[in-house]
């Protein structure tokens, strides 16, 4: 079946130490994304790619690096330069857009600082 | 720059209850409008969405109008069930309908 798949579901990280999350997609998008959700505050975007080779910065990327190297694959690295780390982490996709405004997001990272 | 305000929860409604979620935005132009939804444990997927003014969307029983006039998206439905017990969120795209904005989340509590 096609989708997005985040891992892993649970992560915890000590202060200092660097953590990748990883998020595949086999949907043939290629737009990607990442975002953090925080409790009563919804979704902030970190990055985004909208080609391979390509990716910006969204509204909180500081602390945050990414990569994109194969259409599929778009892993983000929660650096020790984030302050506040603790959070859930939803991977998305996207055909870009055509004004479908649809995102396929994948079920979430929950990473836990120590 | 765009901004959504959703209506604070946690919303608690018993079973068959009418339900409204409050959905307002801030945006230049002529952005598309959605709701997704989120249940416990998982990613978000897209509820119902709506592209112009006046437009209504709907899915699962859930609808929304799509108002310029009042800058409103706000999401109802006439009768929930404990399956509806998620989080929903409000969101816009701007006008190249590249990038959401989303609103804060509106849990909504269904009991039996």
């Known amino acids: 079946d096609g989708g997005i798949t985040q891992s892993p579901k649970y992560l915890f990280r000590k202060e200092g130490q660097n953590v990748t999350l990883s998020c595949e997609q086999n949907l043939n998008h290629d737009a990607m994304y990442w975002y953090r959700q925080d409790p009563g505050q919804g979704l902030r975007l970190i990055y985004y790619?909208?080609?391979?080779?390509?990716?910006q910065k969204g509204d909180i990327a500081e602390g945050y690096s990414v990569s994109r190297e194969k259409k599929e694959s778009f892993p983000l690295t929660v650096t020790s330069a984030q302050k506040n780390p603790t959070a859930f982490y939803l991977c998305?996709?996207?055909?870009?857009?055509?004004?479908?405004?649809?995102?396929?997001f994948g079920e979430g990272s929950r990473l836990t600082v120590l | 720059g765009n901004s959504v305000t959703q209506m604070e929860g946690p919303v608690t409604l018993s079973e068959e209850a009418f339900l409204t979620i409050n959905c307002t935005y801030t945006?230049?132009?002529?952005?598309?409008l959605f709701w997704y939804v989120q249940y416990p444990g998982e990613g978000l997927q897209l509820l119902l969405k709506?592209?112009?003014?006046?437009d209504k969307g709907s899915n699962k029983g859930f609808e929304a109008t799509y108002r310029k006039e009042t800058t409103s998206f706000h999401l109802e439905k006439g009768s929930v069930q404990v399956s509806d017990s998620a989080v929903y969120f409000c969101a816009l795209s701007d006008n190249a309908g590249n990038m959401l904005t989303f609103g804060g989340g509106t849990r909504l509590m269904v009991k039996p």
């Open positions: 790619s909208q080609i391979v080779n390509d990716f």
């Open positions: 709506a592209t112009k003014a006046d």
């Open positions: 998305a996709s996207s055909i870009p857009f055509a004004n479908t405004g649809e995102l396929f």
């Open positions: 945006a230049t132009g002529y952005p598309s």
